[in-house]
């Protein structure tokens, strides 16, 4: 899976989850600052993605890193490629 | 219809969950299943009189519980087999019409949100219960649950109050308030500001009987049946309300035991004292429903006794039978702020 193709399915993720448009939402975008997310929007969206790309569970340690989109983004290419 | 209860959460769990649970299963002629630990829950089964399960009765079984001390955010992540995440597991499968829980709030929200999921579209489930006024019962929306809200999840609370408050308090068109320090559209925080401006646009269309901001002292004589705020000041109200009710309930027994002739008197007046101590009294209440998540679910007071637990049952019956999930499923769209 491409970068690109992560993102996109990041975005998807996040529209829905937030209720935004997804060309709201960039590789910079910050949860806590742009999103507003809180911790259980944090824990709900590791949810839905451990889901979405079928890579079994995150660990505690490995989410404290994720401040931003493109965060997430590049983990999950670790983890997939 | 059959509802699940956490047995092993609340101060005085399992033995009054349980007790509670039996009473409930026999006044509100419903099938129960108990989750958390067989034995602890088989040991409470017979202290309360029963040799065996009662039929309708069953037990999931859950290994762990949801501790006070557990971070509502990752427990259900550390903790894979609670009584509390086992049970919004079963609501969320059909294995049950609701959940009720006196367990953590905090957690119970969370697992909630995380486990049974919100209805599509609802940005923040809230707890609503319905408070004492002058005139009758008003909803509260938000009582706890969200103490920093945007003003998306406070309009979105004004219409998950209005149907909750048609389907329990069978209105047509409840009157929407707004909780503000001023009746003026310049009183309070932007917050309110820019929340009075989104009702106000969803009065005009005609979507909600909006009657601007009121105050507190209004909104307990009953001046609106729905009295949207944030968590954080709604939850102040409900305390206060509950203290205030406290102290006029020592002042007037007080008053009342001062001598012979005060007693006769307050014999005279015990029924409508009675049902003033019932009014403020969380054990009658039961449990407060969490609108905005997918499935019922309810939380029990954390300190409930047998009797509340008994009262929650006939709360969950009634919130899952009232339809108002389906209300706001079908109405989701009007509830949709974009561009924030």
Not at chain 1, 55 to 71: A, S
Not at chain 2, 11 to 27: F, N, S, T, Y
């Amino acid at each position: 899976m491409t970068m690109e193709a992560i993102f996109k399915t990041m975005q998807d993720l996040i529209a829905e989850q937030f209720a935004l448009d997804a060309d709201e939402i960039t590789m910079e975008s910050s949860f806590a600052d742009d999103l507003g997310a809180d911790s259980v929007d944090l824990v709900e969206l590791v949810m839905a993605m451990e889901e979405e790309f079928d890579i079994g569970e995150i660990d505690e340690e490995e989410l404290t890193g994720l401040k931003t989109v493109g965060d997430c983004v590049r983990f999950l290419n670790s983890k997939l490629n | 219809m059959k509802i699940i209860i956490d047995a092993m959460g609340g101060d005085h769990a399992p033995l009054e969950i349980v007790k509670g649970a039996l009473a409930g299963q026999k006044r509100w002629g419903v099938d129960i299943i108990l989750t958390g630990d067989t034995t602890e829950i088989l040991k409470a089964v017979e202290a309360c009189g029963e040799k065996t399960l009662p039929h309708g009765v069953e037990i999931a079984h859950a290994t762990e519980v949801v501790e006070m001390s557990d971070d509502p955010a990752t427990v259900f992540r550390r903790k894979k087999n609670t009584s509390m995440g086992l049970g919004l597991q079963m609501v969320r499968d059909g294995k049950g019409d609701a959940f009720i829980s006196a367990g953590s709030t905090g957690a119970l929200l969370t697992g909630a949100t995380l486990i049974t999921k919100r209805i599509r579209g609802i940005r923040r489930a809230a707890m609503a219960p319905l408070i004492p006024t002058s005139t009758g019962k008003a909803v509260l929306i938000d009582c706890g649950a969200n103490a920093e809200c945007t003003p998306e999840y406070l309009v979105q609370f004004a219409y998950l109050g209005s149907f909750y408050a048609q389907r329990t308090l069978g209105l047509d068109k409840p009157r929407v308030g707004l909780l503000n320090i001023g009746t003026e559209d310049e009183k309070g925080t932007d917050l309110r500001r820019q929340t009075l401006a989104l009702l106000r646009t969803a009065a005009e269309a005609g979507h909600l009987n909006f009657i601007g901001n009121i105050e507190a002292k209004e909104a307990i004589k009953g001046g609106c049946d729905v009295i949207v705020t944030d968590g954080f000041s709604g939850n102040i109200l409900l305390k206060t309300m509950e203290g205030v009710g406290s102290i006029a309930g020592q002042a007037i027994s007080g008053i009342f035991r001062k001598n012979l002739l005060t007693k006769l008197a307050a014999a005279a007046v015990m029924p409508g004292l009675k049902s003033f101590k019932a009014m403020m009294d969380p054990n009658k209440v039961g449990g407060t429903a969490f609108i905005g998540i997918a499935k019922p679910v309810i939380k029990a007071h954390g300190a409930s006794n047998a009797e509340a637990v008994e009262n929650a049952v006939g709360q969950a019956v009634a919130f899952a039978s009232s339809g108002i999930i389906a209300d706001i499923e079908s109405n989701i769209h009007l509830m949709t702020i974009h561009g924030e």
